[in-house]
């Protein structure tokens, strides 16, 4: 089901500031900051693969691994529901009418809101602490000892994600989206630090050292963006009335963000759990043992890290382009919500381009799977029996990556309607699913810890269809003849590419090439090229005014 994801942001104008000159600019402004937001993160993308290609190399599928993936669910938790789920919705609606007609009263809003989730976050932080540090020892608590590094990351990661918002609404989007390269850097150097320590090795006795590279980030990220909010605060002349009433008017705003976060938060609370029950059933012989109620746990102790290897890569094209869509198209649909019809055309372009991309990605990475696993982790603490593993988990994760990628729209859709509650409603129907078919999968079939990635795809693509029809009630048809002629075109496309892929993946002998990481490396650059080509040229010759969004252009829709 969909994982709010750290979707990861020149002051004015703001994102729609060519709203203000045309009509036609109004429908169209989302594509160029959605590019804009998809270069940054690829750049943060490639560094976080870069990441994930020293952990695997250095940790490996190991116990050390899983207890790090448990320990950083809770901060992880907090991010999807604070940070980027419940708050930044209700705030991003109100910061942006104070924005346009009081921006002294928007900065105001702004330090209140940051100010006081910020001491609401620590206490809850402090709280965590003195929990952990009773909790009875059970002789192998490494997943606790991490966890208690890294909780001081939840209030700074969520600091981050909220002066995000802001700054989305100010046009400012690169720090919030190149945040995570801080992570990414600290998180690198942190675990060759860690394997120099540990004699060429990563484990228990050093994995600490990773967790304390997680709050170093914390700092320089929060640092970073909330400096970049009281940078890009508008300078007003010192006037005691307009202070005032900016004072009072940002008050009412908080009370407003409060309020129409309050029910996101209970319901998004359950969702979120969700995220954390996959986590702790991937973890459960980590943090309890290797059985439960007297039997053999049907997973073992490094089922966190390999599902933690698998997630990374179906992220890394979800973030670069379907949130980088999701982002940039909320605060224009948030600006459109009053006008039915600009509301509706926007959000089926932003379905069509995220389809576009999404499908593609989704069966592309499903297809050449074994050499993308390969390439990014294999070496030294990574053997093959690891890379075939992770590759069967990613493949029950990458078929609905289209979907993730369009819940994403769909939600926000929702939020910018001022229907918090409608999406929430649905995903704790969604939760309670997810939850049997995990139990299901992981207990009753040989799938294993795969089971948890594939109960999450089915979730994921059921939600979609319930969001789409529940949306297009309120809204309007989404599916009208641009939008299925638009998929069946994409459809089209794809199969094209994956035709190609696949001739050339029985044809071109990459085998020949003894060294096992150079031949997965060209095999998957070969095959990106040779399918990335056929799909853009089928496009192309479809005429798919897709393809131009793609690049951040005004394409005119047929």
Same mark, same amino acid.
């Given at each position: 089901m969909?994982?709010?994801?750290?979707?990861?942001?020149?002051?004015?104008?703001?994102?729609?500031?060519?709203?203000?000159s045309?009509?036609?600019?109004?429908?169209r402004?989302?594509?160029?900051?959605?590019?804009?937001?998809?270069v940054?993160?690829? !750049?943060? /993308?490639?560094?976080?693969?870069?990441?994930?290609? #020293?952990?695997?190399?250095?940790?490996?599928?190991?116990?050390a691994?899983?207890?790090?993936?448990?320990?950083?669910?809770?901060?992880?938790?907090?991010?999807? !529901?604070?940070?980027?789920?419940? $708050?930044? &919705?209700?705030?991003?609606?109100?910061q @942006?009418?104070?924005?346009?007609?009081?921006?002294?009263a928007a900065? /105001? !809003?702004?330090?209140?809101?940051?100010?006081?989730?910020?001491?609401?976050?620590?206490?809850?932080?402090?709280?965590?602490e003195?929990?952990?540090?009773?909790?009875?020892?059970?002789?192998?608590? !490494?997943?606790?000892? +991490? $966890?208690?590094? @890294?909780?001081?990351? %939840?209030?700074?990661?969520c600091?981050?994600?909220?002066a995000?918002?802001v700054?989305?609404?100010?046009?400012?989007f690169?720090?919030?989206?190149a945040?995570?390269?801080? +992570?990414?850097?600290?998180?690198?150097?942190?675990?060759?630090?860690?394997?120099w320590?540990?004699?060429?090795?990563?484990?228990g006795?050093t994995?600490?050292?990773?967790?304390?590279?997680?709050?170093?980030?914390?700092?320089?990220?929060?640092?970073?963006?909330?400096?970049?909010?009281?940078?890009?605060?508008?300078?007003e002349?010192?006037?005691?009335?307009?202070?005032r009433?900016?004072?009072?008017?940002?008050?009412?705003?908080?009370?407003?963000?409060?309020?129409?976060?309050?029910?996101?938060?209970?319901?998004?609370?359950?969702?979120?759990?969700? @995220?954390? +029950?996959?986590?702790?059933?991937?973890?459960?012989?980590?943090i309890?043992?290797? @059985?439960?109620?007297?039997?053999?746990?049907?997973?073992?102790?490094?089922? *966190?890290?390999?599902?933690?290897y698998?997630?990374?890569?179906?992220?890394?094209?979800?973030?670069?382009?379907?949130?980088?869509? &999701?982002t940039?198209?909320?605060?224009?649909?948030?600006r459109?919500?009053?006008?039915?019809?600009?509301?509706?055309?926007?959000?089926?372009?932003?379905?069509?381009?995220?389809?576009?991309?999404?499908?593609?990605?989704?069966?592309g990475?499903?297809?050449?799977?074994r050499?993308?696993?390969?390439?990014?982790y294999?070496g030294?603490?990574?053997?093959?029996?690891?890379?075939?593993?992770?590759?069967?988990?990613?493949?029950?994760?990458?078929?609905?990556?289209?979907?993730y990628?369009?819940?994403h729209?769909?939600?926000?859709a929702?939020?910018a309607?001022?229907?918090? %509650?409608?999406p929430?409603?649905?995903?704790?129907? *969604?939760?309670?699913?997810?939850?049997?078919?995990n139990?299901?999968?992981? =207990?009753?079939?040989?799938?294993?810890?795969?089971?948890?990635?594939?109960?999450?795809a089915? #979730?994921?693509?059921?939600q979609t269809?319930?969001?789409?029809?529940?949306?297009?009630?309120r809204?309007?048809?989404?599916a009208?003849?641009?939008?299925?002629g638009?998929i069946?075109k994409?459809?089209?496309?794809?199969?094209? *590419? $994956?035709?190609?892929?696949?001739? &050339?993946?029985?044809?071109?002998?990459?085998?020949?090439?003894?060294?096992?990481?150079?031949s997965?490396?060209?095999?998957l650059?070969s095959?990106?090229?040779?399918?990335?080509?056929? =799909?853009?040229?089928?496009?192309?010759?479809?005429g798919m005014?897709?393809?131009?969004?793609?690049?951040?252009?005004d394409?005119?829709v047929?």
């Amino acid at each position: 089901m969909e994982r709010l994801t750290p979707g990861h942001r020149q002051p004015p104008p703001s994102l729609l500031a060519m709203a203000d000159s045309t009509s036609k600019s109004k429908a169209r402004g989302f594509e160029r900051h959605a590019l804009t937001v998809t270069v940054l993160t690829v !750049l943060s /993308r490639f560094g976080g693969l870069a990441r994930e290609a #020293c952990f695997g190399r250095l940790i490996g599928v190991s116990d050390a691994a899983s207890a790090f993936g448990f320990a950083f669910l809770v901060p992880n938790l907090f991010r999807r !529901l604070f940070g980027e789920g419940a $708050l930044s &919705a209700a705030l991003v609606p109100e910061q @942006t009418r104070l924005e346009e007609k009081d921006p002294r009263a928007a900065a /105001r !809003l702004a330090a209140l809101v940051l100010a006081r989730v910020g001491l609401f976050l620590a206490a809850i932080a402090v709280v965590g602490e003195l929990v952990i540090a009773f909790i009875p020892s059970s002789g192998d608590d !490494l997943g606790l000892e +991490l $966890l208690a590094i @890294t909780l001081p990351y %939840m209030p700074l990661v969520c600091l981050t994600a909220v002066a995000g918002a802001v700054l989305q609404v100010r046009g400012r989007f690169a720090p919030a989206a190149a945040a995570p390269v801080l +992570l990414n850097l600290s998180l690198v150097i942190a675990v060759f630090i860690a394997w120099w320590r540990g004699d060429g090795t990563v484990d228990g006795s050093t994995i600490g050292i990773v967790g304390w590279g997680v709050v170093f980030a914390g700092v320089a990220q929060a640092i970073w963006t909330l400096w970049e909010v009281r940078r890009t605060s508008p300078v007003e002349e010192a006037n005691a009335l307009a202070d005032r009433r900016a004072a009072r008017r940002a008050r009412f705003g908080f009370r407003r963000v409060v309020f129409q976060a309050l029910p996101m938060i209970l319901g998004l609370g359950v969702l979120q759990l969700n @995220t954390f +029950l996959d986590g702790l059933i991937a973890s459960w012989p980590t943090i309890v043992g290797p @059985t439960i109620l007297g039997h053999p746990y049907p997973l073992q102790d490094t089922a *966190m890290a390999t599902l933690g290897y698998a997630q990374r890569l179906y992220e890394f094209p979800l973030g670069v382009f379907g949130i980088a869509v &999701a982002t940039a198209i909320f605060p224009q649909l948030t600006r459109e919500r009053d006008d039915v019809s600009r509301f509706a055309a926007t959000l089926r372009r932003g379905l069509r381009l995220a389809m576009f991309i999404g499908l593609p990605a989704s069966l592309g990475i499903a297809v050449v799977r074994r050499s993308f696993v390969a390439v990014v982790y294999e070496g030294m603490a990574f053997d093959a029996r690891d890379v075939e593993i992770v590759a069967f988990v990613l493949l029950g994760y990458a078929v609905a990556i289209w979907s993730y990628s369009i819940n994403h729209i769909l939600v926000r859709a929702f939020y910018a309607r001022r229907e918090p %509650m409608t999406p929430v409603r649905i995903a704790i129907g *969604m939760v309670l699913l997810n939850l049997t078919l995990n139990l299901t999968l992981v =207990f009753t079939t040989p799938l294993g810890v795969a089971g948890l990635a594939w109960s999450t795809a089915v #979730c994921a693509i059921i939600q979609t269809m319930i969001l789409g029809r529940v949306l297009a009630s309120r809204s309007g048809t989404l599916a009208d003849r641009l939008v299925v002629g638009s998929i069946l075109k994409t459809v089209a496309c794809t199969a094209a *590419m $994956l035709v190609a892929v696949v001739i &050339a993946m029985n044809t071109i002998p990459f085998s020949m090439i003894e060294d096992t990481w150079l031949s997965a490396f060209v095999e998957l650059s070969s095959l990106a090229l040779i399918g990335g080509a056929v =799909f853009i040229v089928t496009a192309r010759g479809l005429g798919m005014p897709e393809l131009g969004w793609a690049l951040g252009r005004d394409v005119a829709v047929e």
